[in-house]
């Protein structure tokens, strides 16, 4: 299984953020429930946490760059060697 994780809307009012400073790297492998990537806004910084289990495949967003929510920024899969060629 391969899950794309996007940008999260923290509020009712935010329509973009940055995306901070990646907490894993390519080839990492992650657990459900660690953390993956600082999103910063205006008022706020969180981390996104992961809900499964797998490997971490490509950062899509370089850390720094400000994007609209639901911007797609980090691939996992389950499998460290599944094809994401469609996801990319």
């Known amino acids: 299984m391969v899950k794309i994780f996007k940008l999260p809307k923290m509020g009712s009012t935010m329509k973009e953020g940055t995306v901070g400073k990646y907490l894993v790297a390519v ?32 950062l899509l967003v370089e850390e720094g760059t400000l994007v609209a929510c639901q911007t797609p920024v980090l691939i996992l899969s389950e499998d460290e060697n599944e094809d994401i060629a469609t996801y990319l």
């Not at 459900?32 to 806004?41: A, S």
Request: proline share 0%.
């Open 27 to 58: 080839g990492d492998k992650v657990s459900e429930g660690d953390f993956l990537y600082e999103v910063e806004t205006d008022k706020i910084t969180n981390q996104v946490e992961s809900d499964m289990k797998g490997y971490v495949r490509k």
